[in-house]
């Protein structure tokens, strides 16, 4: 089992939801079956530090990012809409762009009353590394935690995603994305 030492002697055993299988796995094949534990090893490998810097390059701008060993599994809240950001972040080829919610305001007749243009895109991380994730990720809706979505929604597209929960359960999310379009979903409490 996986140890992790933590400030004034505690120590972090982060678990997987289902028991290991005693054979090596791909990174490719840990993102895609949600393995805890070596997501946490990989981030203790990284550096937490590292870690935060990348989230704020690929979209989360906003939210505390405690540096702590578990943010590898999502400790801190983190807004779906920072969520959607970063892995558009990924789709968009490492170029980050500020999400808009608004692109245009038309009256009951159709008229123009007000158009909104995207900010220019920021190139925030390497192509070919996001590019490399993204196939990565598509490895969770083709084989791995959300490989059900194709059958039940009848998904053909060539589509990438990840699947998540947190705080014990209590927070699910869902991201998909194609290079031009990157859908969140949260289900949870609101505790802030």
Avoid at 92 to 104: F, I, S
Avoid at 149 to 154: D, L, T, V, W
């Amino acid at each position: 089992a996986l140890e992790i030492a933590l400030a004034g002697g505690e120590v972090w055993r982060p678990t997987d939801a289902a028991a290991p299988s005693g054979k090596d796995l791909t990174l490719a094949d840990a993102l895609a079956y949600s393995k805890n534990t070596i997501t946490a090893a990989l981030m203790q490998e990284v550096g937490v530090n590292k870690v935060v810097q990348l989230a704020r390059a690929l979209g989360v701008r906003q939210s505390p990012l405690e540096p702590v060993p578990a943010l590898a599994l999502g400790s801190s809240p983190v807004t779906l809409k920072e969520m959607v950001s970063a892995y558009g972040t990924l789709a968009n080829g490492g170029n980050y762009q500020e999400p808009m919610w608004v692109t245009r305001i038309e009256n009951r007749d159709g008229e123009l009353l007000a158009e909104f243009a995207p900010t220019a895109p920021e190139q925030t991380f390497d192509s070919q590394l996001s590019f490399t994730l993204v196939d990565m990720l598509r490895g969770v809706i083709d084989k791995g935690t959300a490989r059900a979505i194709r059958q039940q929604y009848g998904i053909r597209a060539d589509v990438a995603g990840k699947t998540g929960t947190t705080q014990g359960n209590a927070d699910g999310w869902f991201i998909m994305m194609r290079p031009e379009l990157v859908v969140g979903a949260w289900a949870g409490f609101n505790d802030g």
